[in-house]
């Protein structure tokens, strides 16, 4: 399982403080993008966030994370009966990401082109999260169907995965745009953290051999 310790290794982070900001940050960016900022029709953050965390962070953190930005924020702005599925296809994914990504990520080890396959892969996770979650949302729309929309049939369900096309390109859209955003960001952080770290050290070091 990916897990903070197995991170702590790869990026040499300076201490807890960055695991704890990056936990309320990725919170704060999901949640505000949900009851504030509102992009548009399924172009959101959670499957960003759920993506990114359970890379940086670990799957446990990355299921918790993603159930507390979706259960906050239904509760601000509200849900139906088809919460049952939105939620349960968002928490599968994220229950499950990390180790789909540590399993697939054993098949590359080259140094050259490991921080690019990396990003090209949980960009590839998201969009497969993306996937998920239309195909078993609109399951939901379908059988539930509390507006009468569509026949109870195959020819039902069929028209209301076509109904559903444009929601899941924007939210496709989303992940191609803001996973690697967001790893770019991310990783420039790190780099800084452990700069600050670094310089700091040395200004101690310093000052204990002054004395």
């Given at each position: 399982?990916?897990?903070?310790?197995?991170?702590?290794?790869?990026?040499?982070?300076?201490?807890?403080?960055?695991?704890?900001?990056?936990?309320?940050?990725?919170?704060?960016?999901?949640?505000?993008?949900?009851?504030?900022?509102?992009?548009?029709?399924?172009?959101?953050?959670?499957?960003?966030?759920?993506?990114?965390?359970?890379?940086?962070?670990?799957?446990?953190?990355?299921?918790?994370?993603?159930?507390?930005?979706?259960?906050?924020?239904?509760?601000?702005?509200?849900?139906?009966?088809?919460?049952?599925?939105?939620?349960?296809?968002?928490?599968?994914?994220?229950?499950?990401?990390?180790?789909?990504?540590?399993?697939?990520s054993t098949k590359y080890k080259h140094p050259a082109t490991?921080?690019?396959?990396?990003?090209?892969?949980?960009?590839?996770?998201?969009?497969?999260?993306?996937?998920?979650?239309?195909?078993?949302?609109?399951?939901?729309?379908?059988?539930l169907d509390s507006w009468e929309m569509y026949t109870n049939?195959?020819?039902?369900?069929?028209?209301?995965?076509?109904?559903?096309?444009?929601?899941?390109?924007?939210?496709?859209?989303?992940?191609?745009?803001?996973?690697?955003l967001g790893i770019v960001l991310i990783e420039a952080a790190?780099?800084?953290?452990?700069?600050?770290?670094?310089?700091?050290?040395?200004?101690?070091?310093?000052?204990?051999?002054?004395?």
């Open positions: 399982m990916l897990n903070y310790k197995f991170q702590i290794k790869r990026h040499n982070k300076p201490s807890r403080t960055s695991y704890y900001l990056l936990l309320s940050t990725l919170f704060l960016v999901a949640f505000l993008e949900r009851t504030v900022w509102d992009l548009g029709p399924n172009v959101e953050l959670v499957t960003t966030v759920m993506i990114l965390a359970s890379f940086y962070l670990g799957r446990k953190e990355s299921f918790w994370l993603t159930f507390t930005i979706i259960a906050t924020t239904d509760r601000l702005i509200g849900n139906s009966s088809i919460f049952l599925f939105t939620w349960s296809g968002f928490l599968l994914p994220a229950f499950l990401a990390g180790s789909v990504f540590k399993y697939l490991k921080k690019i396959l990396d990003g090209v892969l949980l960009t590839s996770l998201g969009i497969s999260s993306n996937i998920f979650f239309y195909l078993w949302t609109n399951f939901g729309v379908w059988l049939n195959l020819r039902g369900l069929l028209l209301c995965y076509i109904n559903g096309l444009p929601f899941l390109k924007n939210q496709m859209v989303s992940s191609l745009l803001f996973i690697p790190l780099k800084l953290a452990i700069k600050y770290k670094s310089n700091y050290a040395n200004y101690l070091q310093i000052l204990k051999d002054s004395h």
